[in-house]
């Protein structure tokens, strides 16, 4: 009896997994929970989707989206010995990044919309990859230990999302790497919706099945909340695409980034030699950093431009453009947890940060 409600409570414990604050912060700002429940709200009561006026919306867009790209940044020079073990994207990469923002702006009419597609197109699997990244943090975390071909499968799975968008997407993925003639082909267009749907499908079913897989060959099941996350992602370029709530998936990824951002860096400051000040501190101090530096990114860089004399919208959109594409790039450095990575220890089985 005692030895079957032992087994049982481990059970529950390996399904919960192992959060980084508490369960309820985890599952609902990390693992997305959350935005299923706002995603709920604006489907079944199109009005509440009146809260994203233009009066409100540039707020939410700081608050979160804005602050979500500049903490990349933040986290890229506050994360300890930076500048030595990545001094391509420290010291370099920003000056690419603005050398690459002039040529577009001087060339507005030819290479700008290349530069929105490709922002554009590598946005979803920007999300896809924070999906799977985290989906396998709380796997390790929660004593699920995935071999290389699990981990690879479960990387695919994350990818279809993005592949749904790919082979979908106006304006992006197919539709800006393959000629408007070819597409429209009534054969070419058949088959191009025929993926779309079992991609589709797919995204939501293979989870399921991985989830089952998993734990028969493992002898261990996933964590819900990896298995939130990848249901959360689908949901947002599935079906919030089709609504006009599409702008709530770009605040509760920005949401969900910080949060696990700011976890990351409040753990390498407490660790510091000489630390004398509370995690509140480090927390606000990072938020406020990505905060200033979010508006001056978004509000302010596009107004030299501007005052130089280009126009008004290709300096937004292109700047704009820019600044996600440095994004993705920077979090391809910032999130390689090798084994000599003092931030693993936060992945694996280590006590949780303080809150």
Not at 101 to 125: E, M, R
Not at 216 to 244: A, H, T
Request: glycine content about 8%.
């Amino acid at each position: 009896m005692v030895r079957a409600m032992g087994q049982q409570h481990r059970l529950v414990s390996q399904l919960a997994g192992r959060a980084f604050v508490h369960p309820l912060f985890d599952y609902l700002l990390i693992g997305g929970g959350l935005s299923l429940v706002a995603t709920a709200a604006v489907l079944a009561y199109p009005r509440s989707n009146n809260l994203m006026n233009p009066l409100t919306l540039p707020y939410f867009i700081l608050l979160s989206n804005s602050a979500h790209f500049a903490a990349s940044t933040v986290r890229l020079y506050t994360k300890p010995n930076s500048y030595t073990t990545m001094p391509f994207a420290t010291m370099a990469l920003p000056l690419v990044a603005l050398a690459l923002l002039t040529v577009c702006v001087f060339q507005a009419g030819q290479l700008g919309p290349h530069l929105q597609s490709l922002f554009l197109t590598w946005s979803p699997y920007h999300y896809a990859a924070q999906a799977y990244g985290l989906a396998v943090m709380y796997c390790y975390r929660s004593g699920c230990r995935l071999q290389t071909g699990d981990k690879s499968l479960l990387f695919w799975i994350s990818m279809l999302p993005f592949l749904y968008a790919f082979l979908k997407g106006n304006s992006v993925g197919l539709d800006w790497l393959v000629p408007a003639g070819l597409l429209r082909q009534p054969q070419v267009h058949a088959v191009r919706m025929a993926l779309s749907a079992l991609v589709m499908v797919l995204a939501f079913v293979a989870p399921v099945l991985y989830f089952v897989r998993t734990w028969r060959v493992n002898g261990s099941p996933l964590p819900l909340i990896s298995m939130l996350l990848l249901f959360s992602n689908g949901i947002w370029w599935l079906v919030l695409v089709y609504v006009d709530a599409f702008i709530w998936a770009t605040i509760f990824h920005g949401i969900q980034y910080l949060a696990i951002v700011i976890l990351f860096h409040l753990k390498d400051q407490m660790a510091r030699p000489g630390n004398r000040h509370g995690a509140a501190y480090h927390v606000v101090g990072f938020y406020v950093m990505s905060l200033l530096l979010g508006y001056g990114l978004f509000n302010v860089l596009p107004l030299t431009f501007i005052f130089a004399g280009f126009g008004k919208l290709e300096s937004v959109l292109l700047v704009a453009a820019v600044i996600n594409i440095h994004h993705f790039i920077v979090d391809g450095y910032i999130w390689r947890l090798k084994k000599t990575d003092g931030n693993r220890r936060i992945v694996d089985l280590a006590a949780p940060v303080p809150a």
